[in-house]
């Protein structure tokens, strides 16, 4: 098992910034990859950014260039800098981490709202 505790969403006016952060702890495997996602209410949950183990990173078109997803592998820790932050980033964000297809944990969420 493995337990992911996110923190850092908050409200914030658009243009603003926010710093999430996810924490892992338990059967950690060295190599995995970790990430956000976020849901709106009435949409589907979308990426919005991993990171691997080896660092390599993807995001969704919508938040390129606004946000940076980071880790800290000692700490087993990642991050989500949010930059330039819009109404329609307003969401719950959600931490995953995987290691494999059929191994992979979700944490709590935590809300973003972008106020306009």
């Known amino acids: 098992q493995v337990q992911l505790v996110e923190s850092g969403g908050g409200l914030v006016q658009a243009g603003g910034s926010l710093r999430l952060s996810c924490a892992a702890s338990?059967?950690?495997?060295?190599?995995?990859?970790m990430g956000w996602y976020r849901q709106a209410p009435g949409k589907q949950r979308e990426l919005v950014a991993t990171?691997?183990?080896?660092?390599?990173?993807n995001y969704a078109d919508s938040v390129k260039g606004r946000f940076t997803i980071s880790r800290d592998s000692a700490k087993n820790t990642v991050y989500l800098q949010m930059n330039i932050l819009k109404p329609e980033d307003t969401a719950v964000y959600y931490c995953?981490?995987?290691?494999?297809?059929?191994?992979?944990?979700w944490g709590q969420g935590t809300q973003v709202t972008v106020s306009s």
């Open positions: 338990g059967s950690i495997i060295s190599i995995n990859y």
């Open positions: 990171i691997t183990s080896g660092g390599s990173t």
């Open positions: 995953k981490y995987s290691s494999r297809p059929d191994y992979y944990f």
